[in-house]
């Protein structure tokens, strides 16, 4: 069982950079996808990321393609969003997610694993 625990969220203006921190515990496989999902008030949940934890590959939403950068420390078992140039239409619930597997999706129901979220709010 993978336990996943976010931080670093809070409010900043718009052009401002966050990042965020998933701690990641109980993980006993390097076969493993971290993502970032997001959702804000009234929509669904939506796709910001993703990382392969052994190969390092990405992907990326378009909306946040050259802006956001997803990233891991092995040694500290802690996936990272590096958040840039920030605007108001980003601002939701950023959750972590996992699952044991090799492909990067997309899809939030194939991730098993989910941190409690961290709200990040971006003032205009």
């Known amino acids: 069982q993978v336990q996943l625990v976010e931080s670093g969220g809070g409010l900043v203006q718009a052009g401002g950079s966050l990042r965020l921190s998933c701690a990641a515990s109980?993980?006993?496989?390097?076969?493993?996808?971290m993502a970032w999902f997001r959702q804000a008030p009234g929509k669904e949940r939506e796709f910001v990321a993703a990382i392969n934890w052994s190969s390092g590959s990405t992907h990326y939403a378009d909306s946040v393609q050259g802006r956001f950068t997803i990233s891991r420390d092995n040694a500290k078992n802690t996936g990272f969003l590096q958040m840039n140039g920030l605007k108001s239409e980003d601002t939701a619930v950023y959750y972590c997610a996992g699952y044991y597997g090799m492909a990067v999706l997309a899809t939030p129901s194939r991730y098993v694993y989910w941190g409690q979220g961290t709200q990040v709010t971006v003032s205009s």
């Open positions: 109980g993980r006993t496989s390097s076969t493993y996808i």
